[in-house]
């Protein structure tokens, strides 16, 4: 297959959104991809929208019931902090950054989810010490690449703040710009500053307006140096997003009603010892998990009875069968989306129906925005542009699928996904 570009850098801005295209559109960097390049203002996302499943999409081309990442964290039921699909095994099928090295490729990946111990030449996963006796710098160390995870740390380790933003984005930027010195084929980065300020801000407020522009200056930096290094007429630059985000202001705690019911135990400290159903949320939608028939028939009297009273904030109830055709979770009893304004939590403990309190989302309880929620909502699409080698210019696609945007991503490289669930973009492509 004829390789059409020799330099892919992929930046991930987590969070963006359709609904961003018209502020896009005025900023210098962003604006530069838009006129010179392809775009896409309506991409739709796969299901559940939460981040390490839209990841997985992008660089598979499959769905998260194919390429097995079907949501951020385990079923870990009683755990106070889940682990994540954090590791190159929890992928089932080969991805961009495997079959570039099978090429000879040099691949470069900073903070991409799921790529703790993958095989890329300068690696930097996104993991989280997540045990008391761990500690971040290590864990981040046994699961990339050490010696240059240790250069990045020594250079910029002083503009990280843990993992707080913008500090943990202005720390991946300056690597990203490290690194390109390296010249890698294939480049993966993602940033999290606009998904951490409308988590904790809201949707369109004006910190998460702020992180828009900051990325846009990012944007700019990693632009300048794909000059500088003398590759910017031999790459191609893609910004995308990876799904949408929409306010809430009440929180729809399942497991609180679960354990009323007789279907979770707890011991004397609160955890839990036992379950027959649980809730697992995946913001705006959740998985419900049943251990046997009997509770899964009382299981679903209860949901179809709360479903009946809007202010329970379940919208829809997907059956097995039906989550797993809209590319979720088959091995799931039930899938629920959440009304406008609802999420979901994980919870035990106080009310089913939580109203959210700025004191919530200050101590990092609750949050004001959330995403998760089913692609089919108004106004909930993501957004794709593309420019430089290999990209015809002036070409606005009408629409496409998270799904497509792996297939187009090795089409450039001159790979090969194998069977995928969405094709490459074959009307941006300069053949």
């Not at 939460?50 to 755990?79: E, M, S, W």
């Not at 028939?297 to 009875?305: C, D, G, I, K, S």
């Not at 995403?371 to 957004?383: C, L, N, R, V």
Request: glycine share 6%; proline share 5%; aromatic share 10%.
């Amino acid at each position: 297959m004829t390789r059409l570009t020799d330099h892919l850098i992929v930046i991930s801005f987590d969070c963006l959104s359709a609904m961003d295209y018209p502020i896009l559109k005025d900023l210098p960097h962003f604006q530069e991809l838009l006129s010179n390049g392809s775009f896409c203002k309506n991409v739709k996302t796969v299901y559940p929208s939460v981040t390490y499943p839209c990841h997985a999409t992008i660089v598979t081309g499959k769905f998260p019931n194919r390429h097995g990442v079907i949501d951020n964290t385990l079923l870990q039921p009683g755990r106070f902090s889940p682990d994540w699909h954090w590791h190159r095994r929890h992928i089932k099928s080969t991805t961009l950054y495997d079959e570039a090295r099978k090429e000879g490729m040099t691949t470069a990946a900073l903070l991409w989810p799921v790529t703790a111990k993958a095989d890329i030449d300068y690696n930097m996963p996104e993991i989280f010490a997540n045990r008391p006796w761990h500690h971040q710098i290590l864990v981040s160390l046994f699961n990339g690449s050490p010696l240059y995870q240790l250069h990045m740390n020594r250079l910029y380790g002083h503009i990280r703040k843990g993992l707080n933003q913008p500090e943990l984005d202005d720390f991946v930027l300056e690597s990203t710009v490290e690194t390109i010195k390296k010249k890698p084929e294939l480049m993966l980065v993602h940033f999290t500053d606009l998904d951490t300020q409308r988590h904790y801000h809201g949707v369109s407020s004006e910190e998460a307006h702020a992180a828009i522009r900051r990325h846009d200056a990012r944007l700019g930096r990693i632009i300048k140096a794909l000059k500088e290094n003398g590759i910017y007429e031999n790459s191609t630059i893609v910004a995308l997003g990876d799904h949408s985000a929409l306010d809430e202001t009440k929180a729809v705690q399942l497991n609180v009603m679960f354990l009323e019911k007789g279907f979770i135990n707890v011991n004397t400290k609160g955890k839990i010892t036992d379950w027959k159903a649980y809730c697992k949320g995946c913001d705006g939608s959740a998985y419900v998990y049943v251990k046997n028939p009997e509770t899964k028939q009382a299981v679903q009297v209860l949901l179809n009875t709360l479903q009946e009273d809007p202010s329970n904030g379940i919208e829809t109830i997907l059956n097995s069968r039906e989550a797993y055709e809209k590319g979720a979770d088959e091995h799931c009893s039930f899938m629920l989306e959440a009304r406008r304004g609802f999420y979901f939590k994980d919870t035990l403990e106080g009310s089913f129906i939580h109203t959210i309190s700025p004191e919530d989302v200050e101590e990092k309880r609750y949050t004001y925005g959330s995403h998760g929620y089913s692609p089919e909502k108004d106004g909930y699409s993501t957004i794709f542009m593309a420019a430089g080698k290999g990209i015809r210019p002036h070409v606005e696609i009408p629409s496409m699928h998270l799904t497509d945007e792996g297939p187009t991503f090795a089409r450039l490289l001159g790979l090969s996904l194998g069977e995928t669930d969405g094709k490459a973009i074959e009307g941006i492509l300069d053949k």
